[in-house]
Nanobody, 124 residues
């Protein structure tokens, strides 16, 4: 019912910034969870940040608190991830995901809908 498309990835120097976008189409809901996850080859997928589209509740991994900000433009069905002070350890494939039933801070189970991913590479 929901299709997700991420964009905004690229290559930056350490300390730089990127803004990722996740556009939802199909039958998105105004009351759903949208989250950002990232994965490095050979490592487990890691939850980064998530937001409840029916309010302003947001959740962050400890590793990105103070550097990343998740936000939404509900009129455009878009969720953003603004990333500042990027570090080489942030290098990963970043995925947008959506879920209707779970608490938005629940990252230890598979969410239902996923985008194709966008690559973020941070060099030192």
């Amino acid at each position: 019912q929901v299709q997700l498309v991420e964009s905004g990835g690229g290559s930056v120097q350490a300390g730089g910034s990127l803004r990722l976008s996740c556009i939802a189409s199909g039958s998105p809901s105004s009351r759903m969870c949208v989250g950002w996850f990232r994965q490095v080859p050979g490592k487990e997928r890691e939850g980064v940040a998530s937001i409840y589209t029916g309010g302003d509740s947001a959740y962050y991994a400890d590793s990105v608190k103070g550097r990343f900000t998740i936000s939404q433009d509900n009129a455009k069905n878009t969720v953003y991830l603004q990333m500042h002070s990027l570090e080489p350890e942030d290098t990963a494939m970043y995925y947008c995901a959506a879920e209707f039933f779970l608490h938005c801070g629940t990252w230890d189970v598979d969410w239902t809908y996923w985008g194709q991913g966008t690559q973020v590479t941070v060099s030192s």
